[in-house]
């Protein structure tokens, strides 16, 4: 029987966001992930055309945008689409292919977020010396993008490569017990449950530990390097002795923090699995914040920045 049932499995099924009001969730959704858009746009191009924001806080901020963008677009408009479809089949490569992708781009944002954690240290504990490299001279300036374009490259070389481990182990594997994810995407942990129980030890013994070795690369090790940045920034920003040295030093951190808790937080909170989580809302619930909303505030988090930069 597995193994009949393991021969046919070529699709998933997402139940998605069940509910009687599915053509109300379609136009509120759809107002969300147009609005994601569109503010993640803004930011775009305003730090493409503005010649002030071509400084690496700023350009890193434009690579987080086309992180938030895609983001969405990986995961809504397959959602968008089962609110007015009874079929809601997914299938098993596209599964897999949204998983990856989805994988990619929260490697790439943790990164990112990192790179821009050091950015800020350098500007608030060493100054004098961030200015003159970043602004005085054209050469310079492009020097400065040059930095910023290996970082993002690198971040985005990481993303696409750790979880290619990840995604071939698990989708190597026989799946056998069910087709039905209870979900409105192809996350990993709905999906594994339903290996077969017959998977050889061996085989699993060796995806779990790459899950952790991929899972501690991957969020752990940004969050240590934002958290010994930001710790570094606090020794400094406690030795200016004006109370609006001190002020302006944290306004520069505050939007970068926020997108931090924002977005470690939900992840952290989405993947922590207790049953304090699934009994407020779920897993499903938790993840519209990580994937939905946290996209949409990216563009209301970053405009005052670039308001302010004039």
């Known amino acids: 029987m597995a193994s009949k049932n393991e021969t046919h499995m070529t699709e998933f099924v997402l139940v998605g966001l069940s509910s009687e009001l599915q053509p109300f969730l379609f136009g509120v959704f759809l107002l969300i992930y ?71 781009l929260g490697a790439a944002e943790c990164f990112i977020l990192a790179f821009m954690a050091y950015d800020r240290y350098l500007a608030i504990c060493d100054p004098l010396h961030y200015m003159t490299k970043m602004t005085k001279s054209k050469w310079l300036i492009y020097e ?41 995407f192809c996350d990993i942990l709905q999906v594994v449950p339903w290996v077969c129980s017959d998977t050889p030890l061996a085989l699993l013994m060796v995806i779990k530990p790459y899950i952790l070795i991929y899972t501690f690369l991957v969020v752990p090790l940004p969050f240590l390097l934002i958290l010994v940045s930001y710790v570094r920034i606090l020794f400094n920003v406690f030795r200016i002795h004006s109370s609006a040295g001190r002020k302006k030093a944290f306004s520069t951190c505050s939007s970068h923090l926020a997108s931090v808790g924002l977005f470690f937080g939900s992840a952290t909170i989405t993947y922590l699995r207790t049953k304090a989580i699934d009994t407020y809302g779920g897993p499903k619930v938790w993840s519209l914040i990580f994937l939905v909303f946290v996209p949409m505030l990216n563009p209301l988090i970053y405009c005052t920045v670039l308001g302010t930069m004039k």
């Open 144 to 184: 400065a993008q040059h930095a910023h374009a290996q970082a993002v490259l690198g971040s985005w070389v990481a993303g696409l490569s750790l979880p290619l481990g990840n995604i071939i182990l698990v989708f190597s594997l026989p799946f056998c017990n069910s087709n039905i994810i209870d979900h409105f």
């Open 34 to 104: 147009i609005s994601t858009l569109t503010g993640n746009l803004f930011i775009i191009l305003i730090v493409t055309l503005d010649s002030q924001l071509h400084a690496p806080m700023y350009l890193f901020l434009r690579s987080l945008s086309i992180t938030k963008m895609l983001y969405t677009t990986v995961t809504m408009p397959q959602m968008l689409r089962d609110f007015l479809h009874q079929d809601k089949a997914i299938s098993f490569l596209g599964c897999a292919a949204q998983f990856y992708i989805f994988c990619c």
